[in-house]
T-cell receptor, first 114, second 111 residues
């Protein structure tokens, strides 16, 4: 079974621009979560979607948004990019909807904001 | 407020010996814990998990121990191999698939 895929793998943007990242979960997985990894803050939870509904959100500004489609694929969008948004953005999927479930991560999208 | 802590930023072990990575958490409501292995610029790879109803879970060379009273868990790797060299993250599932991660421990296994 194919793993979680993320596109693009690398992205360079300038301040003020917006960006959209895409994630395709493992087949059959309905929950998709997004995380940001930076050297200073580590791995931080952004939001989680299940059946096209955002069920949980981390402590990030409203410039960070996401959505999930009926086929469970998900996108996240960052508007008005800032230098501090440079990070590795990770998507993870899981099959169940409860708390005792394992998330499987994709390879990530490396975003550089200049 | 760091809810999941990995106090050792690095650990060096010789090949064939045991590696023990430690993790502490603050919230007694956490009931599911996971360990991930990560290489730079890649996504974390799931290793092993444990539910709070257990105190031990084994999978091959990997064993996770959970001490609920101490709010402490540990990952044992026996025997350690050079290919195990990576950063290891402990995480707690806080509900609705929100994982809270520790800061990671860099493991170096030397031949």
């Amino acid at each position: 079974k194919a793993g979680v895929t993320q596109t693009p793998r690398y992205l360079i943007k300038t301040r003020g621009q917006q960006v959209t990242l895409s994630c395709s979960p493992i087949s059959g997985h309905r929950s998709v979560s997004w995380y940001q990894q930076t050297p200073g803050q580590g791995l931080q939870f952004l939001f989680e979607y299940f059946s096209e509904t955002q069920r949980n959100k981390g402590n990030f500004p409203g410039r960070f948004s996401g959505r999930q489609f009926s086929n469970s694929r998900s996108e996240m969008n960052v508007s008005t990019l800032e230098l501090g948004d440079s990070a590795l953005y990770l998507c993870a999927s899981s099959v169940l909807a409860g708390s005792a479930d394992t998330q499987y991560f994709g390879p990530g999208t490396r975003l550089t904001v200049l | 407020d760091q809810q999941v802590k990995q106090n050792s930023p690095s650990l060096s072990v010789q090949e064939g010996r045991i590696s023990i990575l430690n993790c502490d958490y603050t919230n007694s409501m956490f009931d599911y814990f996971l360990w991930y292995k990560k290489y730079p610029a890649e996504g974390p790879t799931f290793l092993i998990s444990i539910s709070s109803i257990k105190d031990k879970n084994e999978d091959g060379r990997f064993t996770v121990f959970l001490n609920k009273s101490a709010k402490h868990l540990s990952l044992h790797i026996v025997p350690s191999q050079p290919g195990d060299s990576a950063v290891y993250f402990c995480a707690a599932n806080t509900g609705f698939q929100k994982l809270v991660f520790g800061t990671g421990t860099r493991l170096l296994v030397s031949p």
